[in-house]
């Protein structure tokens, strides 16, 4: 088994003032106007040319989100397939693939190395502070799977003076039950975080019976628990330099219909350290050491053992930050990342490295201008070398208008699945890779308002492809996409109404065939808007979608829907809130996968405390 291999380190720098940080930062957990992913340190977002969005602890709160794929669903740009509580929740950004989204937690690279994708559903959205969303070409700064963007979570960390508990209990429609609490403060230079978290739902039929040989019929409840821990622990030395400690585990159970499997038991895991020092008055430099788990068993409807399937992701970084005047800035280091695979499937190869270096200068020129340049190489040992680059500018105009423009190219490694899978794998696979442009303009007048267009290319696409003679299937890079797209977001607060709408219109085609890539909604139109009346909170959330198809071949058409939410809370006093949700409004019978039914009607109701 192969462990940390400390390779390729290189010195570098960026932030202004140094006291910036890069994922751990304190400040940035605070700053809302502030993004660390866009560039790996904090930087104003209104400096940046790339679509960033982000959702503190109090918009949680607020949206009274019960887990991250709720969450999610309210980002312009994001598109998402899932049925119910504890089912596979498919992200697709910016209509590129769902394995084409790199997620980090508290910069560990997490996700499953056999799959490609990160099971957003089984994350526990209570033990986290923080989501930043990065959309469009990131494989400069982060290599491998950032091409239609990024998103990191920030874990819950301790910012109080005094301790701070936090204990919330609630249930709802399906059976589902929900609690959590926390404790967490500073002590002098040092800080703290401990929570625990369960959610448990009887939840509803996942599946209609399918006809035919291979159909299904299973008309029971599939039911999803979730028990979850985070700590996390850090201290500032008097010098400024720091070290801390995280943790978050999830851990449980998720049915779902299926002939020969039906179960799934999982296990997600990150545990990492870091320790940061100023090593010159303008140059600081971080080293993070982490590990992150995706384990699975699935077992057949009768209860016997079906499958396993663990990943194990080895992360070190090391990043050096150098201030080299006012308004030029620059960031380089390193990634060295190790996939590990132990299965019940025999694969020909259960580990292989990714070794990064990266540079990126952030620049501020003639007051106005903000220029974002990086470019990292990357060699990885199933494919061997790649080299990704990314340009941005942004104008910030005397008159409230700025406008900006990007460019880009990003790579995603093949998987172990695409790779080794016993009579699919090809392990002469190259990477899929993509060029995109982004450009669009953002005002302040009256309302705040942002348009953007972008074109996205993708070849190298792996697909399965028939051997007439054996009729079996193999991976090949044989397709291509074109995805253009639109997204318009306008807020408004206004006589203590807090409005946001945002429109979506994508238009995702395989290049070859010219038909829509499946389970993409070509329009897609969302509103919030929340008020408080003095101890009441009211808010409500509007989601339309067009229709999509379900296969590549457009043969299967899944209707578009629209869904109403709404939403309360009651503050007793400073320490007791009551909030209340009802769901599907309108009670609408949709689906966004072809034969898989979502929630009709559900209400929950949750008493929160704070102290």
Do not use: C
């Not at 809302?32 to 960033?52: C, D, F, G, S």
């Not at 020092?277 to 140059?283: A, R, T």
């Amino acid at each position: 088994m192969q462990k940390f291999i400390v390779s390729s380190l290189l010195l570098a720098g960026f932030n202004s003032p140094i006291q910036a940080r890069e994922t751990q930062a304190d400040e940035s957990l605070n700053l809302p106007e502030m993004v660390v992913t866009a560039t790996r340190t904090e930087t104003p977002k209104n400096q940046l040319a790339a679509a960033a969005t982000v959702y503190t602890r109090a918009d949680i709160e607020r949206l009274q989100a019960k887990t991250l794929p709720e969450l999610l669903r309210h980002t312009t740009g994001v598109d998402m397939t899932q049925s119910g509580y504890g089912q596979t929740a498919s992200v697709f950004m910016r209509g590129t693939n769902s394995d084409h989204v790199l997620v980090l937690i508290d910069g560990i690279k997490v996700g499953s190395a056999t799959l490609g994708t990160t099971p957003f559903q089984f994350i526990p959205i209570d033990q986290i502070e923080r989501v930043e969303i990065i959309k469009g070409p990131q494989s400069s700064l982060y290599g491998s799977e950032a091409i239609g963007g990024v998103i990191q979570i920030f874990t819950r960390k301790g910012t109080q003076e005094k301790p701070s508990f936090t204990l919330d209990a609630g249930g709802g429609s399906y059976d589902t039950a929900k609690a959590s609490g926390t404790v967490s403060g500073k002590w002098k230079n040092s800080w703290y975080s401990l929570g625990a978290s369960h959610f448990n739902s009887q939840g509803f039929d996942n599946r209609q019976p399918t006809p035919g040989p291979f159909g299904v019929d299973q008309p029971d409840k599939d039911g999803y628990y979730n028990t979850g821990l985070n700590a996390r622990l850090g201290h500032r030395f008097d010098n400024n330099a720091e070290v801390e400690a995280f943790f978050m585990r999830a851990e449980g159970k998720t049915e779902f219909d299926g002939n020969f499997q039906n179960k799934t038991e999982f296990v997600n895991q990150v545990v990492g350290t870091s320790a940061s020092m100023d090593l010159l008055d303008n140059w600081r430099s971080t080293l993070r050491l982490g590990q992150s788990r995706d384990d699975s068993d699935q077992f057949a409807p009768d209860g016997s053992f079906a499958s396993r399937f663990n990943t194990t992701r080895w992360n070190t970084t090391w990043l050096n930050q150098f201030a080299l005047s006012e308004d030029h800035q620059l960031i380089a280091g390193t990634d060295y990342r190790v996939d590990e695979v132990e299965s019940s499937t025999p694969y020909n190869e259960q580990s292989r490295y990714d070794v990064g270096v990266f540079t990126e200068l952030h620049s501020r020129v003639l007051d106005d201008h903000f220029v974002n340049a990086s470019v990292r190489w990357d060699e990885n040992e199933a494919f061997g070398d790649y080299v990704t680059g990314n340009f941005g500018w942004r104008y910030n105009s005397d008159y409230g208008i700025s406008p900006f423009a990007s460019f880009g190219n990003a790579f995603k490694a093949p998987t172990f699945n695409d790779l080794y899978f016993p009579n699919f794998g090809n392990a002469d696979l190259k990477p899929e890779k993509s060029t995109s442009f982004e450009a669009g303009l953002a005002g302040d007048h009256w309302l705040q308002w942002e348009v953007r267009a972008y074109h996205t290319n993708i070849d190298n696409l792996i697909t399965p492809v028939m051997n007439p003679v054996t009729f079996q299937f193999s991976a090949e890079n044989i397709g291509k996409a074109q995805i253009d797209g639109i997204e318009i977001q306008i807020s408004k607060q206004w006589r203590g109404w807090d409005g946001k709408l945002g429109l979506d219109l994508l238009s995702p085609k395989n290049r070859e065939t010219n038909a829509r890539l499946p389970r993409r909604a070509e329009k897609t139109l969302s509103f919030d808007l929340s008020r408080s009346f003095g101890s009441l909170d009211l808010g409500t959330h509007a989601l339309a979608q067009g229709d999509r198809f379900d296969e590549a071949r457009n043969q299967t058409k899944v209707a578009g829907y629209v869904t109403v939410d709404l939403r309360s809370a009651y503050h007793f006093n400073k320490n007791w809130i009551l909030s209340a949700q009802l769901n599907n409004l309108l009670d609408k019978n949709y689906q966004t996968i072809n034969t898989y039914n979502t929630a009709d009607r559900n209400f929950f109701l949750a008493i929160h405390y704070n102290n």
